[in-house]
């Protein structure tokens, strides 16, 4: 990753969280100079944050996916091969290892509904989505991912990710085929009224159990992927195996997940299906996908 851009994009994630975030803390200022320079500050940030973004997406461009690339069927791409010598013990650390990659990718998720938003307006005006901004996007889903699937969303590698938003040789892998054209229309719809079923579907997935004691509205208990990786993971503790059908379902549910997640930020127009496609890779065109 270029260091100017990634020192830029920090930079502006700082400026728009300190700016925000005083108006939130401190409420509407008293006087015009005050919310002025608190509008400054966050309209330069998200600048910062927009340019940084452009400049590291051009960096991982030249790797981009072209139309096709992924399935004939669907624009993304998403595939975790399981190692077949994972540690029984060192998932309990992960966590702890992945502290690294999880502050970069806090600072990433701050920029990524930016660029979205900002990538939505073009494409109403234009039917575009800037490259350099999409390949941006893709990579923080992509970093993400890796993340995911070596710490705590399947535990599928004890190979350490790379620092990187560009794709590469590692066990998890995520693409999304850049699209020539989109719709100008649905842009202003597909977010949230088009991606609601699958958006449900995803939180009863990876949301946590309802408890009503006491008509509390707290959220207790672990999600339906935290409970699946947890056994996946004892199992392995105690026997030294991964569970293949375990790694299947889990791979399943993460890819239902990225899918709306690509959809949902605006980088494709096709629907997700609705199925889990329990396999390392995606579903060869013409075979009959898993459910």
Do not use: C
């Amino acid at each position: 990753m270029s260091g100017l851009h990634m020192a830029l994009l920090v930079i502006g994630v700082l400026l728009t969280v300190a700016s925000l975030g005083s108006l939130a803390v401190l409420g509407f200022p008293d006087t015009g100079p005050e919310f002025a320079a608190l509008a400054a500050g966050a309209a330069l940030g998200v600048l910062a944050i927009l340019v940084g973004a452009a400049g590291l997406g051009r960096g991982i461009a030249a790797g981009a996916p072209q139309v096709g690339e992924t399935t004939a069927a669907l624009p993304t791409g998403v595939s975790g091969q399981l190692d077949p010598a994972l540690s029984r013990w060192k998932w309990l650390v992960k966590w702890f290892l992945a502290i690294p990659h999880l502050v970069v990718l806090a600072l990433l998720w701050v920029a990524f509904p930016v660029v979205t938003l900002a990538a939505g307006l073009v494409i109403l005006f234009t039917g575009k989505y800037p490259a350099s901004w999409f390949q941006f996007s893709v990579g923080v889903l992509r970093w993400n991912w890796r993340v995911s699937f070596y710490a705590y969303g399947v535990l599928g590698t004890d190979a350490y990710p790379p620092f990187t938003l560009a794709r590469g040789n590692y066990p998890a892998a995520f693409d999304v085929a850049y699209p020539e054209r989109l719709s100008h229309w649905q842009v202003l719809v597909k977010s949230w009224l088009f991606a609601l079923p699958h958006l449900l579907v995803v939180a009863a997935m990876t949301g946590g159990a309802w408890s009503n004691d006491s008509w509390s509205d707290e959220a207790r208990g672990i999600s339906l992927t935290g409970a699946l990786v947890l056994i996946a993971a004892l199992v392995l503790l105690f026997t030294g195996v991964y569970r293949q059908g375990l790694f299947n379902l889990l791979v399943g549910l993460n890819r239902w997940a990225l899918r709306t997640a690509a959809y949902t930020a605006l980088m494709t127009d096709a629907y997700p299906p609705f199925r889990l496609d329990q396999d390392a890779g995606e579903p060869v065109p013409g075979e009959k996908p898993r459910a």
